[in-house]
């Protein structure tokens, strides 16, 4: 994958999915800027503290860092053991603001990817919805909107569906941007630190199934692939649009060789 050269600022990249991107990526020859809670062990040319749920922390780190950048890959995300609002915030709201204050850094071509979830599968169920959360264009209308309202479920799995409908839905308008591309990835279960998190918000005996039926979790250095294609050179038409990145699972439930989890 050609990524030689490429100046890009990933998010997450202290740990998990986000580090193994950071580690590909740099094998390939880009350079990396790091946004995390936490200092990356990878080896990157900057490394910037950030509260995704907090824009003015955003745009603090923002503003540490200097000159424009060919990708953004969002990998940061929070489980959904932890508070609703917290968690929309941070795999949502966080997200947004950082992907709409880089359109005038991204460079010609420049490409934006995200990361969202196999568990936000039911987003065309909601459709109308997500058109009325995108019309509430700041943070702070989107903190509002999230409290008015609140998750049918899973807050994470509520989060990753409106990632997963941003990303379909600004395909054309970032085009429009300096000729722009967005994407997503979307996971399933994966070997990370928090996939005890997952089992506990979303119920270890569905996790338990999905691994059965696979064999196994996929692994960060899984999926971290998908991302540094979507981020590469290589995919530069490939826009507004998802790749899955679950070992067959979607399939087998969009077939209905395997039922869909309840409570989700």
């Known amino acids: 994958m050609d990524v030689q050269g490429l100046r890009c600022l990933v998010t997450g990249s202290a740990s998990?999915?986000?580090?193994?991107?950071?580690?590909?990526?740099?094998?390939?020859?880009?350079?990396?800027?790091?946004?995390?809670?936490?200092?990356p062990t990878a080896d990157v040319s900057q490394h910037v503290e950030v509260d995704l749920a907090d824009p003015a922390s955003i745009d603090s780190a923002l503003a540490q860092i200097e000159g424009d950048f060919d990708v953004l890959a969002n990998v940061a995300g929070i489980p959904g053991t932890l508070p609703g609002d917290l968690v929309?915030?941070?795999?949502f709201l966080g997200m947004?603001?950082?992907?709409?204050?880089?359109?005038?850094?991204?460079?010609?071509?420049?490409?934006?990817?995200?990361?969202?979830s196999t568990a936000g599968f039911q987003w065309a169920e909601r459709?109308?919805?997500?058109?009325?959360?995108?019309?509430?264009v700041s943070f702070?209308?989107?903190?509002?909107?999230?409290?008015?309202?609140?998750?049918?479920?899973?807050?994470?799995?509520?989060?990753?569906?409106?990632?997963t409908f941003y990303t379909l839905a600004m395909?054309?308008?970032?085009?429009?941007?300096?000729e722009l591309r967005i994407n997503?990835?979307?996971?399933?279960?994966?070997?990370?630190?928090?996939?005890?998190?997952?089992?506990?918000?979303?119920?270890?005996?569905?996790?338990?199934g999905v691994r059965n039926f696979l064999g196994r979790h996929a692994t960060a250095e899984d999926i971290a692939p998908a991302i540094v294609f979507l981020a590469s050179r290589d995919s530069r038409w490939i826009n507004g649009t998802t790749v899955v990145a679950d070992g067959g699972i979607s399939g087998a439930l969009l077939t209905g060789l395997v039922p869909p989890p309840e409570d989700f």
């Open 16 to 39: 998990g999915i986000g580090d193994a991107v950071v580690r590909q990526l740099t094998a390939g020859g880009a350079e990396v800027v790091s946004l995390d809670r936490n200092k």
């Open 171 to 178: 395909g054309g308008a970032v085009r429009d941007i300096n």
């Open 184 to 208: 997503a990835v979307l996971p399933g279960p994966v070997e990370t630190p928090i996939l005890v998190d997952f089992e506990a918000s979303m119920g270890k005996d569905t996790l338990d």
């Open 96 to 116: 947004r603001h950082l992907v709409e204050s880089m359109f005038t850094r991204l460079r010609t071509g420049g490409s934006i990817v995200l990361v969202s």
């Open 88 to 91: 929309f915030k941070v795999n």
């Open 127 to 136: 459709t109308e919805l997500y058109k009325d959360l995108l019309g509430h």
């Open 140 to 163: 702070d209308e989107g903190v509002a909107w999230y409290a008015e309202h609140p998750p049918p479920g899973n807050a994470y799995n509520y989060s990753k569906e409106a990632a």
